[in-house]
């Protein structure tokens, strides 16, 4: 786990190509805004996502466990974060131990995948079957959410 991702960068970026901003939820409920624009790549470490510049920067640095849900929104950066609207999707249990379910949404593709990108699962519901999956930490993509959630 210690090998940087950059699978889960292409992943995360094609989920919304009109998209002007990544806004990551943190756990206590506050907000990152990060200008897509800046953003030259992803680096998920084992404890770290990094956003870094195409200099080669680091814009932002945010512990992976308090990281609650990644999304994309077409609001710049000069809209505060009071503005932007996070859809209401909920994933519980959080963690589980076989079935996700997601409300908030209607029933449309989920992904599920492990931490270095790879895609596991594909469902067309409100819930998932993560009972064969290894105790660990999974990404689903909701739409154009990407939600964290604990396997047990």
Same mark, same amino acid.
């Given at each position: 786990?210690? @090998?940087?991702?950059?699978?889960?960068?292409?992943?995360?970026?094609?989920?919304?190509?009109? &998209?002007?901003?990544?806004?990551?939820? $943190?756990?206590?409920?506050?907000? $990152?805004?990060?200008?897509?624009?800046?953003?030259?790549?992803?680096?998920?470490?084992?404890?770290?996502? $990094?956003?870094? /510049?195409?200099?080669?920067?680091?814009?932002?640095?945010?512990?992976?466990?308090?990281?609650?849900?990644? %999304?994309?929104?077409?609001? %710049?950066?000069?809209?505060?974060?009071?503005?932007? &609207?996070? @859809?209401?999707?909920?994933?519980?249990? @959080?963690?589980?131990?076989?079935?996700?379910?997601?409300?908030?949404? %209607?029933?449309?593709?989920?992904?599920?995948? /492990?931490?270095?990108?790879?895609?596991?699962?594909?469902?067309?519901?409100?819930?998932? @079957?993560?009972?064969?999956?290894?105790?660990?930490?999974?990404?689903?993509?909701?739409?154009?959410?990407?939600?964290?959630?604990?396997?047990?």
């Amino acid at each position: 786990m210690k @090998n940087t991702v950059i699978l889960i960068c292409a992943v995360l970026c094609s989920l919304q190509c009109m &998209a002007t901003s990544l806004v990551l939820l $943190q756990t206590d409920g506050s907000q $990152q805004l990060q200008d897509i624009a800046k953003i030259g790549k992803w680096v998920f470490t084992e404890e770290n996502l $990094q956003l870094i /510049d195409k200099d080669g920067n680091v814009l932002a640095i945010e512990a992976i466990a308090e990281v609650k849900k990644i %999304t994309f929104s077409i609001y %710049t950066s000069e809209t505060t974060t009071e503005n932007v &609207a996070i @859809n209401s999707i909920v994933v519980y249990p @959080n963690p589980t131990q076989d079935i996700l379910h997601i409300t908030g949404v %209607t029933p449309q593709t989920l992904r599920v995948f /492990d931490l270095q990108g790879r895609l596991l699962i594909i469902d067309n519901s409100t819930q998932v @079957n993560v009972s064969h999956l290894n105790t660990g930490t999974y990404l689903l993509q909701v739409g154009t959410q990407v939600i964290r959630f604990i396997k047990q």
